[in-house]
């Protein structure tokens, strides 16, 4: 049997099943937070589940379909394929730095992984999907967005996690977001509400200069002081 974290999307959901016995708590519920891979991936099935509905359909039909995400899959089109960047895997020692090869099998399924990291979409989407989050598409609630972006978890107030969402205090707002990466691939995402600002970053590469997950958290902050100080002004 392959592992868990590869083969074709169409296994993904007997992945997560076959690793459930494997998959032990790492504290009580309510004791601490610690992210969780295969915790996305039982939660995709729960839905799919309760839905009654493949996942990636009701993915298809609840987000992308009305957000137009054109250029938002889980498998890419084959008239689509040309566009798809050349993923660079590695770190910063050794030949992996140069890993070319390895990217490639991320195209070819990542098992279990898919309502944590199976979907290929670009800026643009993104972009759409963050104004969607910041209340400007309609379709969910406020109600419902305000209890994604409020923090669940035990953590000091400068960080936590609401519902899919990292929060992260500094000082005087909050940037709501997540990042994420394959081999081959890493990504940022986040937003602060107060000045309506946002931050997306997609590399087809793992190891760089730039810190995918932090530096994105300074703009913000720069972003929202720069906008106090116009305020301020007027």
């Keep these: 049997m392959e592992k868990a974290d590869s083969g074709p999307i169409e296994e993904w959901e007997n992945k997560v099943l076959l690793s459930i016995p494997k998959t032990s708590f790492e504290s009580k519920p309510g004791e601490r937070f610690s992210y969780s891979n295969i915790g996305y991936g039982i939660l995709g099935v729960a ?24 250029n938002s899959f889980f498998v890419v089109p084959e008239h689509k394929l040309k566009n798809l960047a050349q993923g660079i895997g590695g770190g910063p020692f050794g030949e992996a730095a140069l890993d070319v090869e390895g990217p490639k099998n991320e195209h070819r399924g990542r098992g279990y992984k898919v309502p944590n990291g199976g979907i290929y979409s670009t800026p643009t989407d993104l972009g759409i999907f963050l104004m969607c989050n910041m209340g400007y598409m309609n379709i969910l609630e406020k109600k419902h967005l305000d209890l994604m972006h409020t923090k669940h978890t035990p953590e000091p107030s400068f960080h936590g996690y609401g519902l899919g969402f990292e929060l992260y205090q500094d000082p005087a707002i909050t940037i709501t977001g997540h990042s994420g990466g394959v081999w081959g691939y890493t990504s940022y995402f986040g937003f602060e509400k107060s000045y309506q ?21 300074i703009l913000l902050s720069k972003l929202a002081d720069l906008a106090k100080n116009e305020y301020k002004a007027m």
């Design 197 to 217: 600002h946002g931050v997306i970053i997609m590399r087809n590469y793992n190891w760089g200069t730039t810190n995918w997950d932090f530096d994105p958290k």
């Design 47 to 70: 839905l799919s589940r309760a839905a009654q509905k493949p996942f990636i359909a009701m993915i298809e039909e609840k987000i992308f379909k009305p957000l137009h995400m054109e």
